[in-house]
C-alpha cells in the first residue's frame, strides 16, 4: 500500500488549498481513508475521514464547515478542501488509509496501517 500526499503550500488566513492522496496497492472501497495533521511537538491530530466508497465522513469540530474531504473512486484519490484557512491550521498533513476503522476508533491513530509522507500547509496572518 502506498499513499502520495500532495497540495500544500504557503497561503494567507482567508485563502483556499486542496489536499490529494493518492492511493495505491489497496481495494480502495474497503478502506477508510483520513487526514490528520502535526504541528512541532504536538500529537498528530485527526482532522478528517472518509470511506473509499464515501460512504461517509467525519470532521474534526475546528474544521467542520471549512474543510471538505472527498473521494474519487477511480482514480483512487481522496481531497480535502480547506477554504477560510486560519494560522492555527498550520501543520504538516498526513493521508492514512486502514480498513479496520470502526466508529469507536475512526479519529485514533491507531486504526490507520498506512501513512503517506505528509505536505506542509502553512497559513500566514
Known amino acids: 500500500v502506498q499513499l502520495q500526499a500532495s497540495g500544500g503550500g504557503l497561503v494567507q488566513a482567508g485563502d483556499s488549498l486542496r489536499l490529494s492522496c493518492a492511493a495505491s496497492g489497496l481495494t480502495f472501497s474497503r478502506y477508510h481513508i483520513a487526514w490528520f495533521r502535526q504541528v512541532p511537538g504536538k500529537e498528530p491530530e485527526f482532522v478528517a475521514v472518509i470511506r473509499g466508497s464515501g460512504s461517509r465522513t467525519y470532521y474534526l469540530d475546528s474544521v467542520k464547515g471549512r474543510f471538505t474531504i472527498s473521494a474519487d473512486n477511480a482514480k483512487m484519490t481522496v481531497y480535502l478542501q480547506m477554504n477560510s484557512l486560519k494560522p492555527e491550521d498550520t501543520a504538516v498533513y498526513y493521508c492514512?488509509?486502514?480498513?479496520?476503522?470502526?466508529?469507536?476508533?475512526?479519529?485514533?491513530?491507531?486504526?490507520?496501517?498506512?501513512w503517506g509522507q505528509g505536505t506542509l500547509v502553512t497559513v500566514s496572518s
Open positions: 492514512a488509509a486502514g480498513n479496520r476503522v470502526i466508529l469507536s476508533n475512526i479519529r485514533n491513530r491507531s486504526a490507520y496501517d498506512h
